[in-house]
């Protein structure tokens, strides 16, 4: 086992380097063949054959450890070391700014999660931003919207299961889903449930169980390739970020076969507390360090691209929150964590929750881009638009 120096992190007190444990090629194994070979020479028969037995028996328990098994038990963060050093010019985002560098190019695409609010919607059309996350619910007036703005350019990531009834059943949710395929075929993009994990999301044959969940996912996965074979499959509908619990739970759902299932994979990324990726975290480091080091987790788990479904950041004090959620920190926030995913190549698409606030009032106290009493930008709005258009149309 070697440590392969993966990526430089961002935003933090002092540069982080993470350094994944993987089996690599070592020069030990040629000395070990000599070794053999040499014993081999001076022995009599029967040595010869306990030798022989005992080498393969070596070689063999090596071949097992390299090989990447479908399910495995996730190493734990022990196995992550930090290397300190200076910042890497090319990773290097002030901490207090909310300016996207105009010559920015990034790999990744940017989006947004909206609702039922279609003239704010139709707003960020207006302006550009075509990239869009929401539910699918069998409503005319929504499948309508969805219809009319993918002729014009947008492109919709559909999350499952949302209008299920209470108490469903697997066969319940193929039924739906076979439903919510045909009213919306333009949705290129499907997202296997909202946050599975979550206890406030658990109803029915979602009940908690991994099994149950990747049942849901097989499911998923046939049924909407059968009708689209090039649709993409998100699957874990948002892991909490940074959440050890969460970590073991879909090591579960991926043993029992879900890669066979996933095209991309999403993480629900959240500081919490109007907090900024530079405050300090576990171990003393930043939260950006933590974050980073959970995202390659997933990625080494899985190795399937990365999709951050929702990140976000509220934009004026609430109760308990204190100064530090305001108009100004929310732009702040929009700068790191989007900087953070875009430094980071096997994270391949990040949606900003939300464009326009649900039931995060009271009003202008909200998760949203726009104003919720005005319908107007708000600082962040703009901070969005950079990287939006500095990244990849999707």
């Known amino acids: 086992m070697s440590g392969q120096i993966l990526k430089p992190l961002l935003l933090g007190k002092e540069e982080t ?22 014993l081999y020479a001076f022995m009599g028969p ?54 996207v560098p105009q010559n920015a190019k990034y790999i990744q695409v940017f989006g947004v999660v909206v609702h039922d609010f279609y003239a704010q919607t139709n707003y960020s059309m207006g302006q550009g931003v075509k990239e869009f996350r929401t539910g699918l619910y069998l409503d005319p007036v929504q499948e309508a919207e969805v219809a009319n703005e993918t002729r014009t350019g947008a492109s919709y990531l559909g999350i499952t299961g949302a209008g299920q009834a209470q108490g469903w059943t697997l ?30 999301n658990q109803d029915g044959f979602n009940n908690g169980s991994a099994y149950n969940y ?31 619990s969460e970590r073991l739970w879909y090591s579960q759902v991926w043993g029992y076969g879900a890669s066979k299932y996933c095209d991309a994979v999403s993480i629900h990324a959240y500081t919490g507390n109007g907090r900024l990726l530079n405050a300090t975290g576990r171990l003393g480091q930043t939260l950006a360090q933590n974050w980073a080091q959970d995202l390659y987790w997933y990625e080494n788990l899985t190795g399937k691209p990365i ?31 989007f900087s953070l995913f875009a430094s980071l190549p096997f994270v391949k698409r990040v949606y900003w929750y939300d464009l326009y606030g649900i039931s995060d009032a ?3 106290r909200d998760f949203g881009l726009l104003n919720l009493s005005t319908s107007l ?10 990287f939006y258009r500095n990244g990849v149309q999707g």
């Open 377 to 386: 930008p708000k600082p962040a709005w703009y901070t969005f638009l950079g």
């Open 171 to 200: 066969s319940d949710y193929n039924g739906t889903l076979g439903q919510e395929i045909a009213a919306y075929p333009e949705v290129q993009y499907l997202e296997v449930l909202n946050e599975p994990w979550s206890t406030k």
């Open 214 to 244: 990747f049942l849901i996912i097989r499911s998923t996965y046939l049924l909407s390739k059968a009708a689209n074979p090039n649709i993409t499959l998100v699957c874990f509908g948002g892991a909490a970020i940074d959440n050890a």
């Open 17 to 38: 380097w993470i350094v994944v444990m993987r089996p690599v090629r070592s020069p030990g194994w040629g000395i070990f063949f000599i070794a053999t070979c040499a």
């Open 307 to 337: 999709w951050i479904t929702e990140t976000g950041q509220i934009s004026d004090v609430l109760t308990g929150n204190g100064p530090r959620a305001s108009l100004v920190n929310q732009s702040l926030y929009l700068n790191q964590s």
């Open 362 to 364: 009271p009003i202008d």
């Open 46 to 99: 029967e040595r010869r054959v306990v030798l022989a037995a005992l080498a393969l028996l070596i070689v063999a328990i090596a071949l097992v450890a390299s090989i990447r098994p479908a399910f495995r038990q996730p190493a734990p963060y022990g196995n992550y070391t930090s290397v300190p050093g200076g910042l890497a010019p090319s990773t290097t985002v002030p901490a207090q700014t909310t300016t």
